[in-house]
């Protein structure tokens, strides 16, 4: 499981460092792409053949189920890290993202999350967290 959060820099070029903590988990070889909320979302090969399969298994007469395996799929790329650490972060991700140089990579369970920090200030504040912890509970989840 992937968890916690992490300041970084993504430079000129594009490259940026993932955290000791995930390198491990997310092996030799995974997949980086587009993600919902504005970040990208980087998924081990495991988890990303699972989401794969689900996204084929969605209906071609949909056009909601095309429009949704494009958006993950055409951007997707596959990575690998160099031997500092770093991945290449291609420049159409990059400007979806909006990834300058201040970078949040966080944990989200089953894959990792790269947010420009403006976009992670905005996309995550918990001044809300009551009400959404209601609405949470009316699905099961109960703290």
């Known amino acids: 499981m992937f968890m916690g959060e992490y300041n970084h820099t993504i430079d000129a070029k594009g490259r940026l460092i993932i955290p000791a903590k995930f390198r491990e988990l997310l092996g030799e070889e995974f997949v980086l792409?587009?993600?919902l909320d504005g970040c990208l979302s980087v998924y081990p090969m495991d988890e990303w053949k699972a989401f794969e399969e689900k996204l084929r298994a969605l209906p071609l007469t949909s056009k909601e189920a095309r429009t949704f395996?494009?958006?993950f799929v055409a951007g997707a790329t596959m990575c690998e890290l160099d031997k500092q650490g770093r991945i290449l972060v291609p420049q159409a991700l990059r400007e979806f993202a909006g990834?300058?140089?201040?970078?949040?990579i966080t944990?989200?369970?089953n894959k990792v999350e790269i947010w420009s920090r403006e976009k992670w200030s905005e996309n995550c504040c918990y001044d809300d967290m009551?009400?959404?912890a209601e609405g949470m509970q009316k699905m099961g989840i109960i703290i």
């Not at 990834?99 to 949040?104: D, P």
């Open 33 to 35: 792409t587009k993600g």
């Open 130 to 132: 009551e009400s959404i």
């Open 107 to 109: 944990g989200n369970l």
């Open 99 to 104: 990834l300058e140089k201040e970078v949040v």
């Open 69 to 71: 395996s494009r958006f």
